[in-house]
């Protein structure tokens, strides 16, 4: 099994920056694709980011590419989500993920079967 537990969060303001992160558990974690979405509220959860097991391939929505990096650090179960240039549209409740194929990078959060509780980050204009 894997949990997933989001921190880092917080409320800032644009412009300024935030990294989460997410701790895994599991024993085969540092082959998983690794997964970051997003909720606001009324909206549908939308894909963020994702990266393969190696680090080097990282994938983006058009949204955040260029503001936001993706990473993992595989010997500490952790993936992490670095934020710049943060805008009041970057307000929702961000989760981490894995594939219910955990070797499967998806795009879309039904292709996905783990999730963490997610962290809130709101930012004020």
């Known amino acids: 099994q894997v949990q997933l537990v989001e921190s880092g969060g917080g409320l800032v303001q644009a412009g300024d920056s935030l990294r989460l992160t997410c701790t895994a558990s599991?024993?085969?974690?540092?082959?998983?694709?690794m997964g970051w979405f997003r909720q606001a509220p009324g909206k549908e959860r939308e894909f963020v980011a994702a990266?393969?097991?190696?680090?080097?391939?990282?994938h983006y929505a058009d949204s955040v590419r260029g503001r936001f990096t993706i990473s993992r650090d595989n010997a500490n179960n952790k993936v992490y989500l670095q934020m710049k240039s943060l805008r009041p549209e970057d307000t929702a409740v961000y989760y981490c993920?894995?594939?219910?194929?955990?070797?499967?990078?998806?795009?879309?959060?039904?292709?996905?079967?783990?999730w963490g509780q997610g962290t809130q980050v709101t930012v004020s204009s």
């Open positions: 599991g024993r085969t974690f540092s082959s998983y694709v």
């Open positions: 993920a894995v594939p219910a194929i955990p070797y499967d990078l998806r795009f879309d959060p039904e292709g996905y079967g783990y």
């Open positions: 990266i393969r097991w190696n680090g080097y391939t990282t």
